[in-house]
Each structure stands twice: as structure tokens, then as C-alpha cells.
């Protein structure tokens, strides 16, 4: 099994800042790509950012430009630089990892989400 920790949601101002991170951990043998989603209620789970292990990345065109995904291939840790907040941006933040596990094959894990809320 692998579990996908997130962290860094929160409350935000327009125009401010967030950083989010997700930590996998469990049986990994490795990792292919990890990437952000977000999903607002009633709404389907859009990717926001992913990155393959070899450092290529995706971004949605709603952020480009204002947001930067990058990861530790150490410490199995993707992050996410959101910058220039938009009250748009705010939803539930999910983190996915595509991981080859020891003796399962290749899966698709979740985390559990973390709330972003750009506000004034």
C-alpha cells in the first residue's frame, strides 16, 4: 500500500501565496509522475499541475504562470508554489501519485485533499 499525506491548505488573501505538499510513503518501488488536482462540490477533479520524476511538467492554462510544481525525488515529495491567488482558486487541492509498488503492479493513489480558500 502507499499513503499520500498533503499539507499547506489554508486561508488566503487575493494575490497571496500557498504552499502545498504531499509526502508518499508505504511500499514504493517507484514513482512515475505525481501532480495536483483540485475539485470544487458537484464538480469533477481537474489536473492543476503534475510532473513526471523525470522533471517534465503540465499545467492547466488557468495557472500558468502563477503557480510552480516541483518535487523531491529524496524524500518522494511533490509541492506546489501557488502564487497570484485568485478567489477561483479556491477548492479542495488533491495530490496523485502514479507508483509501481513491490509486487502489485503500477496504481493511482490519492491523497486525502487539503482545502484551499483564497478570501478577503
Known amino acids: 500500500q502507499v499513503q499520500l499525506v498533503e499539507s499547506g491548505g489554508g486561508l488566503v488573501q487575493p494575490g497571496g501565496s500557498l504552499r502545498l505538499s504531499c509526502a508518499a510513503s508505504?511500499?514504493?518501488?517507484?514513482?512515475?509522475?505525481m501532480g495536483w488536482y483540485r475539485q470544487a462540490p458537484g464538480n469533477q477533479r481537474d489536473l492543476v499541475a503534475g510532473?513526471?520524476?523525470?522533471?517534465?511538467?503540465n499545467y492547466a492554462d488557468s495557472v500558468k504562470g502563477r503557480f510552480t510544481v516541483s518535487r523531491d525525488s529524496a524524500k518522494n515529495t511533490v509541492y506546489l508554489q501557488m502564487s497570484s491567488l485568485k478567489p477561483e482558486d479556491t477548492d479542495v487541492y488533491y495530490c496523485?501519485?502514479?507508483?509501481?509498488?513491490?509486487?502489485?503492479?503500477?496504481?493511482?493513489?490519492w491523497g486525502q485533499g487539503t482545502q484551499v480558500t483564497v478570501s478577503s
Open positions: 496523485n501519485a502514479d507508483v509501481l509498488t513491490y509486487g502489485r503492479g503500477t496504481h493511482d493513489y
Open positions: 508505504g511500499s514504493i518501488f517507484s514513482i512515475n509522475a
Open positions: 510532473i513526471t520524476w523525470r522533471g517534465i511538467t
